[in-house]
């Protein structure tokens, strides 16, 4: 009977959460806002975007991995969020193959040729989104909404306009495909917050930052109102729960996640106060991903017994 | 009253319930009962009795190898049929004494003993030493050496560990219920040789019937006191410990007496004070039998080198056919390939599992979550140390520390890629402090 036991280095129980099942809840997180944006641009038939940019990231991440021969890792859900995620942050009117391509950059390029999962030093989904405003900036800053295109809240109230917040935190507004409701992000940040999937270590600090920031730099004092609008308006919500948290590209000590949410509300109220365009939370997001090394290096935790908190 | 507890950690499921109540129940080996020659942290034993030797109960068959070592004595009567190579739990083959069990278990007459207070301390010590104990809650760090620190009167805590945090093991807590008065009068010894020194009994907060005991049975002692721990794995590691009873903080370059402590483990408090009060050397121990893959799971007390195919028969048997067995707890105990192994001075328990999970979790990329610095009990970076391991970057993994590793296995559990981050950091671990000495 005994020549069937197994032998391998202790532990010997592991935890239930696995990488995929990480990634599905995330996917999962994601779906209030999905299905709100789809329901939004209807008329734009967003659900089309959605579906093949997050189909073409899944493909090739397969296609990728069956010819190099790679174990195929499309299991691990992992393809499937970027895709999803790039999808999310693209105007509704955007032609489904730009779509398409922005999905193949970000897996092939930014993911893959830096190795695969775990490897890449910036988030892919906004490294395709960057790539996409660069090869396509007319298409990816037109915003459409119920077939008119117009300004987007953020860009109207960059224009110093008023804006409506209540439909800025319900979300039938302009704006790209999953981050103009408020409440539909919001709904998936607090299931993952509560499932443990990301804490508010990183987009806490990051709000809070941002938030000071706006408020001496605006110029216009405690004006509540415009610092609600500033909250709610652009990829903001989208970025600061989905991206910003995202566990490759951000720092792996705590102390590094406060310092690079800290990092992530300064940019980001740089570039909208003072940048040329209205938006500026992919940048800062994507700045901070090329920062983390160095913000990791600096915030390394003194060892038990070596000093440092206790 | 705020807990006592460290930063960190992890909580497995915790398995007890299926020995918890099962009151210690002796068994009677038969057939062969095997000694290995280390069952220690150091030299290993040397045997002074040859093959075809008649021993008795009680009689030394193998005296300390050294200073850093233990002496270890026959567990029943009966004829030395060899000293050879065998399978020890650890995975190791090494010398063993093979005793055949004649059943009488006729003893050998033990010396009277003196009263603790007509004893001097070294007398204490060295009583302690020759009756062979160790710390037998699994490092097996001869118990006269952690007794004998360079400043004894620096020493102001002795801790018990009755934390007992790994999962399905249930031994100290039987031993704490059932023998509360042989674990206090271990203590007592103890407290004797440091005076001053208070004595705590630090113990999880899922054992509230132990406190409870223990609080009753201590309350007309006043340098012993009892300090409930929050439940969490690993609180009885020793650094761990110490921080959470005293607050001072140790690394891996220290020792306990440097924080004033010393821990000893219930297991080992016990034979204590069977060695000092009682006269008698060490040979047998408690062990939990528990796992799905056994019939009735228990705690058994256990002459040491009783086979452990004995162990699970005494336990029914198993019911089905299991896929992993371990000696110890599940997150630092060993994996055997064979049941055919004997209890040794550290061996807390046998555990059969009808499946192993770690051959179901395929390791896949890190993800860089951070859940495994999140959970490391030592505060270093787990997933970049077992990255440096695997490169063989023994420069990097000192300066980053990969010495402050205590093995606890935290990591390793807790990562969804399920990197087997603990066996990459432990065997760097082991090449580096081997090249430390060697400089
Ligand atoms: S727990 Fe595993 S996946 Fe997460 S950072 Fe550590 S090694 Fe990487
Ligand atoms: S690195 Fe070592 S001390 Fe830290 S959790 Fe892993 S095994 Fe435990």
Redesign the interface.
Known sequence: ??N????????????K???G??MLMVVIALLPATIFGIYNFRHEHAWLLVLVTTASAVLTEYIYERALHKPV?VK?C?ALVTGLLLALNLPPTLPVWMGALGAVFAILVVKQLFG????NFMNPALGARCFLLICFTGRMTTFTYDTVTGATPLATLKAGESVDTMSMLLGNTAGTIGETSVIALLIGAILLLWIGVIDLRIPGTYLVTFVIFILLFSGRGLDLQYVTAHLCGGGLMLGAWFMATD????P???RG?IVYGICLGILTGLFRLFGGSAEGVSYAIIISNLLVPLIEKVT???????G??? | MALFT??GG?H??DGKSLAKDQPIRKILPTGILMYPLSQHIGAPAVAVVKKGDHVLRGQKIADAGGFVSAPIYASVSGQVKAIEKHLNPT?SSMDCILIENDGDYQEVEYPPVKPLDQMAREEIIRQIGDAGIVGMGGAGFPTRVKLSPKEPEKIDYIIANCAECE?YITADYRRMLEHTEELIGGMRVVLSLFEHAKGVFAVEDNKKDCIEKLREAIKDEPRMEVCELVTKYPQGAE??LI?AVT?R????T?LPADAGCIVDNVETLVAIYQAVIKGRPLMERIVTVSGDAVNAPGNFRVLLGTNHDELIAAAGGFKT??????SGG???????????TPVTKTSSALLA?TK????R?AE????????C??VC?????P??LADYAKRQDEETFVT??GL?CVEC??C???????R?L??AI?SMRKTALANKKKK
């Open positions: 009977m005994n069937k036991l197994r032998v391998s280095s202790s532990p010997h129980v592991r935890d959460v696995t990488t099942n990480i890792t691990d992992s695969g999962l775990g490897q566990y490759v590209t951000s792996i000590t705590k996640q390394l935790p003194k060892p038990f017994g070596k440092g908190e206790k | 460290f930063k992890i497995p499921d995975g999962p650094r761990q921080y607050k903080a140790i690394n891996s220290m056919e299991p896929e992993k067995v371990i599940p997150m630092m105990g060993f994996a055997m390939i064979t049941t055919d599992f192993d999970v770690v051959a979790s896949s990329a890190c993800i860089n979550c951070g859940r610095v999140e009990p030592s505060r270093i970076i997933s970049r980053q520390n402050e296995g935290s390793s559990y807790v990562c969804p890629a399920k087997q603990k066996q432990g």
